[in-house]
């Protein structure tokens, strides 16, 4: 049984540079979260799609963050002109649509931008 | 505004005791409730969820729930020194995303 699965695990950045990270959700998953978590905090939900579709954002995701998922499967997450403030674990979450809905969460990816 | 509250801790319990862990929250239609551990630097691992009032028991854990009171927690028998980690509340509304609490760090004692 493959979990859900992270790319890359760690990621140094420059200010300003852009950076992307990729997950691959359990296999009959049709539902993909993207949280943040930064230390001594609990996960912050960014985005999530069913399927393709993107069906919410929080209020807290900046111009400067866009996620896809083109073909249902995979996501990617993107942030452009990265912060220091950017610094943090991004953890991805998939679940079914049915039932309740429990999410299983990646190993993360840890961005640092120096 | 949707939140969870969690003692931080640390608590500290000897092994073998029972831990308990607690958790409250704001919204009154919130419908999910879940649980997960959280070892230093790795990611959260779900380890119970609960949906009903009442008692759910998995192995050495127990969670209860109590809508009226909007209170929910989480019970770890026979502690164990590979129980020490950070265990986080989460609760669901009516839409998908999970809204978590600050954790509650637990040490076990040998």
């Known amino acids: 049984d493959t979990g859900v699965s992270q790319d890359p695990r760690h990621k140094i950045t420059k200010r300003g540079q852009n950076v992307t990270f990729r997950c691959d959700p359990i296999?009959?998953?049709?539902?993909l979260y993207w949280y943040r978590q930064t230390l001594g905090q609990g996960p912050e939900f960014l985005t999530y799609?069913?399927?393709?579709?993107?069906?919410?954002k929080s209020r807290l995701l900046s111009d400067r963050f866009s996620a896809e998922r083109p073909k249902g499967s995979f996501s990617t997450l993107e942030i452009q002109r990265t912060e220091q403030g950017d610094s943090a674990m991004y953890l991805c979450?998939?679940?079914?649509?049915?039932?309740?809905?429990?999410?299983?969460f990646g190993p993360g990816t840890r961005l640092t931008v120096t | 505004q949707k939140e969870v509250e969690q003692n931080s801790g640390p608590l500290s319990v000897p092994e073998g005791a029972i831990a308990s862990l607690n958790c409250t929250y704001s919204?009154?239609?919130?419908?999910?409730f879940f649980w997960y551990r959280q070892y230093s630097g790795k990611s959260p691992e779900l380890i119970m969820s609960?949906?009903?009032?009442g008692d759910k028991e998995d192995g050495r854990f127990t969670a209860q729930l109590n809508k009226a009171s909007q209170y929910v927690s989480l019970l770890i028998r026979d502690s164990q020194p590979s129980d020490s980690a950070t265990y986080l509340c989460?609760?669901?509304?009516?839409?998908?995303?999970?809204?978590f609490g600050t954790g509650t760090r637990l040490t076990v004692i040998p």
């Open positions: 609960i949906y009903s009032n």
């Open positions: 979450a998939s679940s079914f649509t049915t039932g309740v809905g429990e999410q299983y």
């Open positions: 919204d009154r239609v919130s419908q999910s």
């Open positions: 296999s009959e998953h049709n539902r």
């Open positions: 989460a609760v669901q509304t009516g839409a998908n995303n999970l809204f």
């Open positions: 799609f069913q399927n393709e579709a993107q069906l919410e």
